[in-house]
């Protein structure tokens, strides 16, 4: 079971898409478990303030220490081993192989695993998602990240979308999530993916665009070496 508890102030932006689709089926296969905490409930004062003005000057509001702090050892107070990751522009870039890792709950891991150790998909992994919103966040809240994650070059309104697509691109590699059998083995379902080549459906000719005919074949071999030579994440 992966479970990821999503610190937001604004669930119902998240919420919808982990009810749909894969991600729900994720939920109803017992293989994914989502979890909301409304950072508003750890806010300050009577208007349960969560953001303030920056030292120094400029812009915006930032995320201050004490909701995120509280939020977070709340969530720490039932499951210690939970790992904070914050969704940042300044983060590491997500990739693959990153998405690869934190499934197989190695992502924090500093060594790699030793050989034969690994799959082991079943075990307990429990992440904690921060997301920020506002003009960003005062950097003491680093000291209780384990990990930022950044989506690529340009800057979005808040962490919430980046939440969706880290977990996403996490949840669909867990075995059985995507309906391929349980007993994939952890290091091998990316390579059983089939989404990394062209692919197509009837007809066999639409509107003069037609399949190639090495995949009408039959020949499973030479289907094989096609597929080989045309796939490939884009770089
Ligand atoms: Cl993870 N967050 C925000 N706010 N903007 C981003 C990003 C993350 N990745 C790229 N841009």
Redesign the pocket.
């Known amino acids: 079971m992966i479970k990821f508890t999503i610190i937001t102030l604004f669930r119902e932006a998240v919420e919808p898409y982990l009810k749909s689709s894969m991600m729900w089926k994720a939920t109803e296969k017992g293989l994914a478990e989502f979890d909301f905490v409304n950072l508003r409930d750890f806010g300050l004062g009577p208007h349960k303030s969560v953001d303030d003005t920056p030292y120094g000057g400029g812009d915006g509001m930032l995320l201050r220490c004490e909701p995120v702090f509280a939020a977070v050892e709340s969530i720490k107070a039932k499951d210690p081993k939970a790992k904070v990751i914050l969704?940042?522009?300044v983060?590491e870039v997500w990739n693959q192989e990153k998405a690869k890792r934190l499934a197989e709950g190695r992502l924090f891991a500093t060594a790699e695993p030793p050989q034969g150790e690994y799959p082991q998909p079943a075990k307990d992994y429990h992440y904690i998602i921060l997301c920020?919103h506002y003009e960003g966040y005062d950097e003491r809240i680093i000291s209780i990240v384990d990990y930022k994650?950044?989506?690529?070059k340009?800057?979005?309104?808040?962490?919430e979308l980046?939440a969706l697509i880290i977990i996403d691109s996490v949840v669909r590699l867990i075995p059985g999530v995507l309906g391929g059998e349980q007993s994939a083995l952890i290091e091998s379902f990316s390579d059983g993916d089939n989404l990394e080549y062209p692919q197509y459906t009837r007809p066999e000719n639409f509107r003069g665009m037609t399949v190639p005919e090495v995949l009408l074949s039959g020949n499973h071999g030479e289907i094989a070496k096609w597929r080989e030579r045309h796939s490939g994440l884009a770089k």
């Open positions: 969704p940042t522009p983060g920020p994650i950044s989506l690529g340009y800057v979005l309104t808040g962490g980046a």
